[in-house]
């Protein structure tokens, strides 16, 4: 028996089911994602000096996980 080889493109996910496959992969890991609010004033004592990375949400993200890694794993 021959089998044809597929011809079609994959299908690629929507928006919707590739939140959910990250939200999936997330609890798996142990993770949880959540919104926080911060002051100006916490932003400030997370980021230190380095005045470029108050607007950059990747650095204070880092600073974020280095201020709880530094408090939490004692």
Excluded: F, W
């Amino acid at each position: 028996m021959m089998t044809n080889p597929p011809t079609a493109a994959p299908a690629t996910r929507s928006a919707a089911a590739e939140r959910m496959r990250r939200y999936r992969e997330r609890r798996r890991d142990g993770l949880r994602c959540l919104m926080v609010e911060l002051r100006e004033t916490e932003i400030n004592a997370l980021i230190g000096k380095k005045a470029i990375a108050r607007n950059d949400q990747d650095a204070i993200r880092n600073a974020l996980y280095a201020h709880l890694e530094r408090t939490l794993d004692e």
